[in-house]
């Protein structure tokens, strides 16, 4: 009864924030976090919720991924503001460690943003193809989930 195992954490349900919306399904949730991973692994990805707000101040276009399950949720709630003035798009993911999985970090991340082009240098093509592809992917489905929203 006292404590708690790993296995019984993992199946406790998520509390989402009421403003997680648009939120990513199942299928859209793991290809939206392949996409964070593909990101990550080519060093195309803003981590945090620093990093991603100077990013967008910058100009900077690409897919803002937002955790649903931030607490205390003021953390975030100026995220999709700046989303929208930038027309940057974004969606929701149920959980803030999946989302650092995917990033290829250890601490849990609020959000992440996915870049269209490094920050520095350039990639090879067949690299840039798989990241596009994916990208547009989800892209695409992401504009379904938040059409559907009004």
């Known amino acids: 009864m006292g404590s708690?195992?790993?296995?019984?954490?993992?199946?406790?349900?998520?509390?989402?924030?009421?403003i997680a919306k648009p939120l990513a399904g199942k299928k859209l949730c793991k290809r939206t976090l392949k996409l964070v991973r593909r990101a990550s692994d080519v060093?195309?990805?803003?981590?945090?919720?620093?990093e991603v707000v100077k990013s967008i101040r910058r100009g900077n276009k690409?897919?803002?991924?937002?955790?649903?399950?931030?607490?205390?949720?003021?953390v975030i709630t100026h995220v999709p503001i700046l989303c929208e003035e930038a027309n940057?798009?974004?969606?929701?993911?149920?959980?803030?460690?999946?989302?650092a999985t995917a990033g290829t970090t250890k601490r849990p991340t609020c959000c992440v943003l996915v870049l269209t082009k490094p920050a520095k240098g350039e990639l090879e093509e067949e690299v840039k193809e798989k990241l596009k592809t994916d990208y547009d992917q989800v892209l695409t489905e992401v504009a379904e989930v938040t059409s559907s929203m009004f």
């Open 4 to 18: 708690d195992t790993e296995a019984e954490k993992k199946r406790a349900p998520v509390a989402l924030a009421p």
């Open 43 to 50: 060093k195309c990805l803003k981590r945090g919720v620093k």
């Open 62 to 74: 690409g897919l803002c991924v937002i955790a649903g399950n931030i607490s205390p949720i003021d």
């Open 88 to 99: 940057i798009p974004y969606v929701y993911v149920p959980s803030k460690e999946d989302l």
